[in-house]
């Protein structure tokens, strides 16, 4: 640390010696990501309170040579906001940075501090009367800087489009500490390159995104929600080209969930089979937003369903008929990241495939697994509406958590194989982080990754953003 000594009283001097963190107490909870699989060491944590304390931090870690990596929520799954072990690296954590700067009512805009956790984003438009739709389960946690440092997805990218989609803005320390604003409100804004793109999905080895500009929408006036079992891949597939064809109300979401997945949160699934036969096959949960009163949306959704179980594409339905109930459907999903860790070790993979290829996908991919090595279980649920599948493997017994570890590398190779092979993606929504790092040139062609790596020299020369993630 002794080699660090200046570093860190220059820290002190610019920010507060009481937001300069050294101690393993101190910085521990900073050094271990939300999945517990990456652990890394750091200088020092760093918590500035506003852009221009973070353009100081940057320009001084510029200066010294010091690389820095940005940090949200740390919920990311692939390790991209935790530093490397060689602990020279300074954390930058956006905790502090967590005001809402302005709502445009008019203009249908927000612009808050990236350090802003994503459910006071949601919670800050809804007090205003309208929504911010971006919606995961590490909401609570996870920061509107990590959503754009990840261009993150969710539950409603169906019908609001991802975190680049809903960015109209940003602002920008670059590695030179140099502060880039542009924060512009504008739908349209065609001068030149859109630098914002660049920064959305970068994972911090670009720069450190200070505040952005989002996009607002009208409050729905009614949501209803549905948990549909269906017989097979095939039929979740046609429901969802019926529900978008025959229904006015909007559909927000519609996520597919195998009913192993289900049982894994059983006091939740032991309430559900009152009400519905889940014993086999998969589920579907649905749900609808509009602008009609929530009885009228009620009729369509039964109407809708009516129908689907006359075409055969759906075996039984549950309705919410309050809020109450609409969140305890919710919760079923929303708890299985976390109960499927019970299981033991956990192969994850989130990845992403034309809806038409789905079926064929999950088919082709078990029985080629199950050759691989049969004591292992799929665990599949994810947002099939966009074509997104968190594919996990679990060993049938977590004593067997040992040997899954071992299988890991086959594993994933298998299945990201089988992703190519069906013209899709080894990272939907995640990213790349230190977790796929090693995999993307294997995934992308030579000219992509000549060109990322043009792009990350030109903005980054003395690579000190985010070491040992993306590239
Ligand atoms: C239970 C659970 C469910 C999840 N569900 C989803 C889901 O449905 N959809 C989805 O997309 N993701 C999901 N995730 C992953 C994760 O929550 C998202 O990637 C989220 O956007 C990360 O936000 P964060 O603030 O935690 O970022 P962090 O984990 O702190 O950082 C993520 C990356 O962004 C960079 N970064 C952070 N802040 C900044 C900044 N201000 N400027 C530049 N770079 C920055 C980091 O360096 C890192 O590379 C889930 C995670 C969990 C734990």
Redesign the pocket.
């Given at each position: 640390m002794e080699q660090y000594r200046h570093f860190i009283e220059c820290c002190q001097k610019l920010i507060g010696a009481e937001y300069v963190y050294i101690s393993d107490a101190d910085k521990n909870p900073f050094l271990t990501?939300?999945?517990k699989r990456y652990t890394g060491n750091a200088i020092a944590v760093l918590r500035p309170k506003n852009t221009q304390e973070v353009a100081e931090l940057v320009t001084l870690c510029c200066e010294e040579n010091i690389s820095i990596?940005?940090?949200?929520?740390?919920?990311?799954?692939c390790g991209?906001?935790t530093p490397q072990s060689k602990g020279s690296s300074a954390v930058i954590s956006?905790s502090r940075l967590n005001q809402i700067r302005e709502l445009d009512l008019d203009n249908s805009t927000i612009t808050l501090d990236?350090?802003v956790i994503l459910s006071h984003a949601q919670d800050a438009a809804l007090n205003a009367g309208k929504l911010f739709p971006l919606s995961?389960?590490?909401e609570g946690?996870?920061?509107i800087?990590?959503?754009?440092?990840?261009n993150?997805?969710?539950?409603q990218v169906l019908r609001y489009g991802n975190m680049r989609d809903l960015t109209l803005g940003v602002e920008v320390v670059t590695p030179t500490g140099s502060v880039f604003n542009g924060l512009r409100g504008l739908r349209k804004d065609n001068t030149g390159y859109s630098l914002k793109d660049i920064?959305i999905g970068?994972?911090?080895t670009l720069?450190?995104?200070?505040a952005a500009t989002l996009k607002l929408y009208p409050l729905p006036q009614s949501k209803v929600t549905s948990l549909v079992t269906i017989k097979d891949i095939d039929c979740a597939i046609k429901l969802i080209h019926q529900a978008r064809e025959r229904c006015n109300a909007d559909l927000t979401a519609f996520e597919l969930i195998s009913t192993r997945a289900i049982n894994l949160v059983p006091n939740k699934a032991r309430n559900l089979r009152s009400k519905l036969d889940i014993l086999s096959g998969w589920v579907v949960l649905l749900e609808f937003s509009s602008m009609d009163k929530e009885e009228q949306s009620q009729l369509q959704l039964e109407t809708f369903l009516g129908e689907a179980f006359e075409l055969e594409l759906i075996t039984d339905a549950v309705i919410s008929t309050s809020i109450q109930q609409s969140k305890d459907l919710w919760s079923i999903r929303e708890n299985i990241?976390?109960a499927q860790l019970k299981l033991g070790n956990i192969v994850k993979h989130d990845i992403s495939l034309p809806i038409s290829n789905i079926a064929n996908f999950i088919e082709e991919t078990e029985v080629k697994l199950n050759m691989l090595w049969p004591s292992m279980q799929t665990i599949i649920f994810g947002?099939v509406g966009d074509g997104n599948l968190h594919y996990n493997l679990a060993p049938i017994s977590p004593e067997l958590s040992e040997e899954i570890e071992e299988k890991r590398p086959l594993i994933n190779e298998l299945v990201h194989n089988q992703v190519y092979k069906y013209s899709g993606s080894f990272s939907a929504?995640?990213?790349i982080?230190q977790a796929k790092r090693e995999e993307l040139p294997l995934r992308k062609s030579s000219v992509e990754i000549e060109l990322m790596r043009k792009i990350k020299k030109a903005l980054d020369p003395k690579n000190i953003m985010?070491p040992g993630?993306i590239l």
């Open positions: 990501d939300w999945s990596v940005p940090q949200g929520g740390n919920t990311s799954l991209g906001a956006m990236a350090g995961l389960a590490a946690s996870c920061t800087g990590g959503n754009l440092g990840t993150a997805g969710g539950v920064y970068s994972e911090g720069g450190i995104i200070t990241p976390e947002h929504e995640h990213g982080g985010n993630k």
